[in-house]
C-alpha cells in the first residue's frame, strides 16, 4: 500500500465514522452538491446511505469517487447494476453504473467545483442513468 493510499484510507474511516454522520442531514437538501447514495450490499443485502458529492447529467448523475475506485459503496452499486439517489429533495432510481474517465467526470461539475476536485486529487468518477 502507498503512503498516499494509506492516508486516503485514515481520512475514509475518519469521515464515515465522523463527518458522514453530520453530512447525511445536510446532503440531498435544496442546495450543495451533497446527495445521499442509497445502495444495497452485495453480500449483506443491507440497505446502506451515505453523502456523496455529485452533479446531474444528460439523464443521469456523475459522482466523483473521492477515495478511488476501491469503495465498498462502489462495489455494490456495480455488482447490483444500480442504486438510488436523493438529489434536491427528490429521489432518482440509477442504473447501468460505468467508470468514466477523468475529464469526462470533471466536465460534469461546475467550474468552482472542478477546481476543488481537482485539488483534492480526485482522478475516479462513475456515471449513472436515470431510469425513466
Known sequence: MTMKQAALDRIRVLNKNGTNRLLI????KK???FA???????????IYRIPIITEPVENGFTIA??????????????????CSLLWKNKE?????????DKEMGLRAFPAILRTGLKTMGIQYFIRLSRIA
Open 65 to 82: 469517487l473521492t477515495y478511488g475506485r476501491k469503495v465498498d459503496w462502489g462495489a455494490n452499486v456495480l455488482t447490483k447494476g444500480g
Open 36 to 46: 445521499i447514495l442509497i445502495h444495497e450490499g452485495r453480500k449483506t443485502g443491507k
Open 31 to 33: 442546495f450543495g452538491h
Open 25 to 28: 442531514h445536510i446532503a440531498g
Open 92 to 100: 432518482y432510481r440509477l442504473n447501468n453504473p460505468e467508470f468514466v
